[in-house]
């Protein structure tokens, strides 16, 4: 068997050598403890730094949009600037990912940062990675509305007749007119919702509307005038005209379009109507999914009376989601626009014709009950012996709520986690 080195026999068979062996190893230790510690303190600083600038990010991205475009490319640029704004102490700071979802109205922002050893670099061949995560939401309180009339003195501005009638179980019922006579029920027709804001008079029909109109409540701003409108480029149909089965897709639809006789099915996305009229006629009937008609122009206007089913959602992102029709206000021409159907209806969405009176007749259910319909319009007639029945409950559907439709409650961002 060999033996050990002189030195280390020497040392091992001295009682100095063995303490200062032993000192040096304790020393050693407390050195590299005092060390992991430094390292762990410096990271943990900059964890709770990371943590705020991501906090501060995925608030601002709320707080700023408040719905108007939950695209990622516009809430991106708002993380970045604030990322940056509140991290200038930190190095090579890399946000990860960020995450929108328009149906809770959150952002989700992810950061990390290289944390650097000092002491640790000993015992550890990379550095540590800090990260931080933080979901902001905007929390909405108050009575969403699901009729707007906007119209600030038109006697009426609401008018029902022929026994039809308006059904909002979850949301507020609204006519901006001062008029006396703003508000007209003829032929037992009824208004019943969760709360009826009317701030002029009520001509006729006063007994039938639940619940009674508030007396104190005032005229709202159009929520949706300066929602921010498509890119148009060059036509890609113009004058088009069908009349067999066929399925459309998005693109600009020049000199409006007309649909007649049987069932028209659309693939997702917007279609932009430029300079005429959206007709349907005939048998016609419109299903699509995540869908939104943009008409702007002149003539921009919907006329559909087919007698076939009307099924459509809306789109889901970009400026317009949550629109099943958005009628741009610098449009010209058209006065009216006219929806009509049989009880085959639905449509999950908003619609808004900001110039125009809405024409709404038909018999049976001109909207089948859906977790959310809204109609926006300057003035409304609705007449024939059906039920319109409209609601706001986001829980229920994929498609997102515009924030504009809860003006007059309070919205507040938050962190969530």
């Known amino acids: 068997m060999s033996k050990a080195p002189r030195f280390i026999r020497k040392m091992l068979c001295n009682e100095a050598g063995s303490l200062a062996v032993s000192f040096a190893l304790a020393s050693f230790g407390i050195l590299c403890s005092v060390g992991v510690a430094v390292d762990y303190v410096n990271w943990q600083r900059m964890q709770t730094h990371l943590q705020s600038a ?16 939950w695209s990622s490319v516009a809430v991106k640029y708002i993380v970045s600037d604030y990322v940056t704004a509140n991290t200038a102490n930190l190095q090579n700071v890399k946000v990860t990912s960020v ?7 959150s952002v989700t922002v992810s950061l990390q940062v290289p944390g650097q050893r000092t002491f640790t ?16 939401t905007l929390k909405v309180s108050g009575q969403p509305l699901c009729v707007l009339a906007l119209n600030p003195t038109a006697a009426p501005s609401i008018s029902l007749s022929g026994g039809s009638s308006w059904i909002a179980p979850d949301c507020r019922i609204q006519s901006n007119s001062a008029a006396n006579n703003s508000v007209n029920l003829s032929g037992n027709s009824s208004i019943t919702s969760i709360g009826n804001c009317f701030v002029g008079g009520v001509n006729q029909g006063l007994t039938h509307i639940t619940p009674r109109p508030d007396a104190s409540c005032t005229a709202v701003p159009d929520p949706f005038a300066s929602v921010p409108k498509p890119v148009i480029a060059g036509c890609d149909y113009t004058n088009l005209n069908l ?4 399925t459309l897709s998005p693109g600009t639809y020049c000199g409006g379009l007309r649909l007649a006789n049987v069932e028209f099915n659309f693939n997702p996305g917007t279609y932009i109507i430029k300079d005429g009229t959206f007709v349907t006629s005939g048998a016609a009937g419109l299903v699509g999914n995540g869908v939104t008609f943009f008409l702007t122009g002149t003539n921009a206007g919907v006329t559909w009376s087919g007698g076939g089913t009307y099924n459509l959602s809306a789109t889901t992102s970009g400026p317009l989601a949550g ?15 006219h929806i009509s159907g049989g009880g085959n209806t639905t449509y999950v969405g908003a ?5 125009q009176q809405l024409i709404i007749s038909g018999t049976g259910s001109t909207a089948n009950p859906s977790p959310f319909t809204a109609l926006v319009a300057d003035t409304f007639l609705y007449s024939g012996t059906s039920t319109l029945s409209v609601g706001v409950d986001p829980t229920k559907t994929s498609v997102p709520v515009p924030s504009g439709l809860y003006v007059g409650a309070v919205d507040s961002p938050y962190i969530t986690n």
Do not use: E, H
């Open 54 to 69: 991501a906090d501060a990010a995925s608030l601002a991205a709320v707080q700023q949009l408040r719905g108007s475009d």
């Open 99 to 105: 995450t929108v979802d328009t149906k809770s109205k």
């Open 121 to 136: 670099s000993i015992f550890q061949a990379t550095d540590a990675t800090i990260v931080a995560n933080s979901t902001a």
């Open 243 to 246: 009349n067999t089965p066929s």
């Open 323 to 337: 629109f099943v029709i958005y009628i741009d206000p610098n449009s010209s021409g058209m006065t009216k626009s």
């Open 351 to 355: 619609m808004y014709f900001p110039k």
